[in-house]
């Protein structure tokens, strides 16, 4: 992409989306790690790109929310919960916010797919 | 899928995920349609399988959700909105709920996917 097309789009690609009832996730050993908070959901394709994790009361503090690449998570239908493979050390490590949820943009999920160890991909392309 | 597969998945396998900002909706001559509510999300592929649109204040009656297949919604990226080719009139007659939310399951997917005229998707497949 040329730097004038992506100069004229300035829309935020990516929108958050808030689950009601919560969603549990598990590590891949049954233990408790947190729930899914709210997605991040491609306006253009419809895909989610992140499951936003909430952890909290870790240590007496709030709670906090976690992006995670989609792909990190596995849909278990049978107990209806997600299934990650991350350990929750990794996971408390990484990118996050507690009041402020940040702009989502290419810069932001660059740093995400970095940290997990992802392909990083052109949010523009869909 | 056998009889005994499906009784053994009770799980709804869509999730509904709440938008926060109100993201437009305009027909394609440019009227405003409504708004995106809510993304219906499938848990297993995080893909969007329909928009929840809020029609509100017509007639003055309070506000109204109409779930449409998110393939019928077309992403304007310049100016952040979603542009529907089907009429206004069309919408209101469709599936709806004011108050309570349907279970939003395979038998009622598949009642949208019929007024639309689009393929019903086994959901079951992701």
Redesign the interface.
């Known amino acids: 992409m040329s730097s004038e097309a992506s100069a004229?789009?300035q829309?935020?690609?990516l929108?958050?989306?808030?689950?009601?009832?919560a969603?549990k996730v598990e590590s891949r050993d049954g233990d408790h790690v947190g729930s899914v908070h709210?997605?991040m959901?491609h306006?253009?394709s419809?895909?989610?790109t992140h499951a936003v994790l909430s952890l909290g009361g870790f240590l007496g503090m709030g709670k906090s929310f976690y992006p995670l690449p989609?792909a990190l998570l596995q849909?278990d239908?049978?107990r209806?919960l997600y299934v990650v493979t991350i350990d929750r050390r990794l996971l408390e490590g990484g990118p996050s916010w507690a009041n402020n949820a940040p702009g989502f943009d290419q810069a932001y999920a660059d740093r995400v797919a970095s940290y997990y160890g992802v392909g990083s991909e052109n949010l523009a392309n869909g």
């Open positions: 004229t789009v829309t935020q690609l929108i958050q989306a808030s689950v009601s009832g969603m709210a997605f959901v306006k253009g419809g895909r989610v989609f849909f239908a049978v209806d």
